[in-house]
């Protein structure tokens, strides 16, 4: 994820760059795919091919985005399931205005089904395999991925480097196999907890849409492959002790946005109130299996 900021509220919008801009990327630009108040993304075409232009807003950036490209290029070079960011006149990173361009391959494919069992089955054996690959990598200077920044985690197994938001929205079925993309909230803490965070992704959208039964069925499918994939125990404990955690860290963020990741800083008071709500309904953090 981008650096806590103080002062983005009042920052001005950018508007997109100009041609001569698009130009010294080497890009031809097409359609914008998706956009928010950090960052824009587009199709483009570059050298024949198409790729996706990631713009981030250059003022609201610290020191961890950088190193977390420096983390998905090397990933990329070990598993082919990672999209990572392709080099542009040997930076992983180029300045257009106040933008910071990004640029990476352009997949396309299918999202997982959350109800398909050999599409939940695929997710964790693939999550399974991204945690042998962060294990291979040498360590990094990046911080706890934001939910548990202030978590005690002791009685979690030892912290690595881990994804920060495995759900079906980053993971892509394609014509070249699975492939993940979206690191931005890279950072360290134990696998158990992003096993446990992808449920909680789960749970959360099954209560948003009243269908509890969905989620029980996600879990254990889910797990088990986990499970068979890594050679892990996982224990269940465990993970409810962390989506337990990721509750607490959605209230703590509600109650206190300026504490707040960008996106529920900048929410909708209607939006924050349904996170509320969800909250209240997990006991507050108090999380058992449903």
């Known amino acids: 994820m981008l650096g806590p900021m103080t002062e983005e509220e009042s920052l001005e919008p950018l508007r997109p760059p100009d041609d001569t801009a698009w130009s010294s990327l080497g890009v031809t630009v097409g359609p914008e795919l998706h956009g928010g108040h950090q960052s824009r993304v587009f199709k483009a075409e570059r050298d024949g091919q198409a790729v996706v232009v990631k713009l981030v807003d250059g003022r609201l950036v610290d020191r961890a985005f950088h190193v977390r490209l420096e983390v998905v290029a090397a990933l990329a070079t070990i598993d082919d399931t990672v999209v990572g960011p392709i080099p542009t006149n040997g930076r992983l990173v180029t300045p257009l205005d106040d933008w910071l361009a990004v640029v990476s391959p352009f997949v396309a494919g299918a999202q997982p089904d959350g109800r398909a069992e050999r599409d939940v089955r695929r997710m964790a054996a693939t999550l399974a395999g991204l945690h042998q690959s962060f294990d291979r990598l040498d360590s990094f200077d990046l911080p706890r991925v934001v939910a548990l920044a202030d978590a005690d985690v002791s009685g979690f197994g030892t912290p690595q480097l881990l994804h920060g938001d495995f759900s079906h929205t980053n993971v892509m079925f394609s014509d070249r196999g699975v492939r993940v993309i979206d690191f931005d909230d890279c950072g360290y803490g134990p696998v158990e907890f992003e096993v446990g965070n992808t449920l909680y992704m789960a749970l959360f959208d099954a209560a ?61 008071v209607a939006w924050r109130d349904g996170l509320r709500a969800f909250v209240q309904s997990q006991g507050g953090g108090q999380h058992t299996q449903l």
């Open 208 to 268: 948003m849409s009243s269908e509890t039964s969905r989620y029980r069925r996600f879990r254990e499918c889910f797990v088990d492959a986990y499970r068979s994939a890594s050679g892990r125990v996982v224990p269940d404990a465990l993970l409810d002790r962390a989506i337990s955690l990721r509750v607490e860290a959605l209230g703590r963020w509600v109650e206190h946005p300026e504490t707040a990741p960008i996106g529920i800083r900048n929410a909708t």
